[in-house]
């Protein structure tokens, strides 16, 4: 009796709740009431955690409209080749006044996100590069000027300052050293001038070097991902699955491997933002080697170091006795894999900085002292 008295509660439950559900089909009102609970249900299944980044980072994220000024040869050629147009004996000669040039202004448009309560904002150099205006466009519809504080085309980044006090709001800053592949990738910008455009992904892989992706004029190690970039892009951030900046997007290949976009290190970003801040240029230490990771059978007998192929003259490297086909194991105390961790060490160093390498050289190992100069300064 005991046990049919403790089973009876849980029975009589049950038949009680398939009693409601028999009545919710029954009754039009609680066919009503189980929709709206669907709906519910469903509507908080589509709070992924996308919108929630987006909602932490979104509001920083800005356009940038550009205007700049070109110069443009005056009047029509005339079926004429412009080239004996522009020839002073010729014009002479038939009574031709000579044409004055004329201006056109140009237009284009990127993304961009702030970063600092003072209304810094981050974007690629290439946005606003030679830019007569800026024109920062908030979500909340707030037009302001901006003005360039600096900018460097090596690595394609830029500091822009809005006019006023704001307030503004700021996009929070990761941590692009702690990235593994796989994680996700959220790209937010203003592609083609579609304003607040989002896009999803994951990190396809780390530390692509600009020369290899055919960028031989830029000094870059670039987060990939298939997180759709497009024309407009440029600039804006790449952000986690926190909603903090981990990257800055630059480009996205187009042809053979179209789809695969490219950005800038947050961590990189930030150290290039404090010099064009502070000084309103960057510095780049170089010490004048070409370099090539160590490889089975290449003839050095090494498992890990960095090759030197080539030594310039007059560098920093060749005042300091570096030659080619030397293997440099460390760097600094640390052992050398690749020539990009190679040129970070040199980096660390800075311009006019010490930086101890560990070499080999036909079996003979040694130390020898190096001192980086500024890339395109004297050596």
């Known amino acids: 009796m005991a046990a049919g008295l403790r089973t009876w509660p849980r029975l009589h439950s049950e038949v009680l709740a398939a009693g409601l559900v028999i009545s919710a089909a029954l009754s039009p009102w609680g066919w009503v009431a189980a929709r709206a609970q669907g709906a519910a249900s469903a509507g908080l299944a589509r709070q992924s955690f996308v919108a929630a980044a987006v909602r932490r980072a979104g509001p920083a994220v800005v356009t940038i409209d550009t205007e700049r000024t070109v110069l443009v040869p005056g009047g029509g050629t005339g079926g004429l080749p412009r080239g004996l147009l522009n020839d002073p004996l010729f014009r002479q000669f038939f009574g031709m006044p000579q044409q004055q040039p004329s201006q056109r202004t140009e237009r284009g448009q990127g993304s961009g996100f702030i970063f600092q309560v003072d209304g810094l904002i981050l974007t690629n150099a290439h946005v ?84 290899k992706l055919g960028i031989t004029d830029k000094r870059l190690d670039l987060i990939q991902t298939d997180a759709a970039i497009n024309p407009g892009n440029s600039g804006g951030p790449l952000l986690n699955a926190e909603g903090e900046v ?39 230490p170089v010490i004048g080697i070409g370099l090539e990771a160590v490889r089975p059978g290449d003839g050095t007998g090494l498992s890990q170091g960095v090759r030197v ?19 440099i194991l460390a760097a600094a105390g ?3 894999a690749s020539p990009i961790e190679l040129v970070a060490a040199v980096e660390k160093a800075g311009v006019g900085g010490r930086l101890t390498l560990s070499v080999s050289r036909a079996g003979r190992q040694f130390e020898i002292t190096v001192v980086p100069a500024q890339l395109g300064g004297p050596s």
């Open 128 to 211: 606003v590069e030679k830019s007569s205006r800026v024109t920062v466009g908030l979500q909340d519809g707030r037009q302001v000027e901006g003005s360039v504080v600096g900018l460097d085309r090596l690595t394609d980044l830029a500091v822009v300052k809005l006019a006023g006090s704001g307030p503004w709001p700021v996009a929070p800053l990761g941590n692009s050293d702690g990235l593994q592949v796989g994680e996700w990738a959220i790209a937010v910008g203003n592609p083609y001038g579609l304003d607040n455009t989002v896009t999803m992904g994951i990190i396809s892989n780390l530390n692509r070097n600009a020369s």
């Open 334 to 336: 640390k052992a050398m």
């Open 309 to 327: 192929m080539s030594v310039q003259a007059g560098s920093p490297a060749f005042r300091a006795g570096l030659q080619q086909g030397d293997v």
């Open 246 to 284: 981990i990257g800055i997007n630059t480009l996205v290949r187009t042809g053979p491997g179209a789809g695969l976009g490219f950005a800038i290190p947050i961590n990189r970003a930030r150290e290039i933002a404090r010099q064009l801040i502070a000084t309103g240029r960057v510095a780049h």
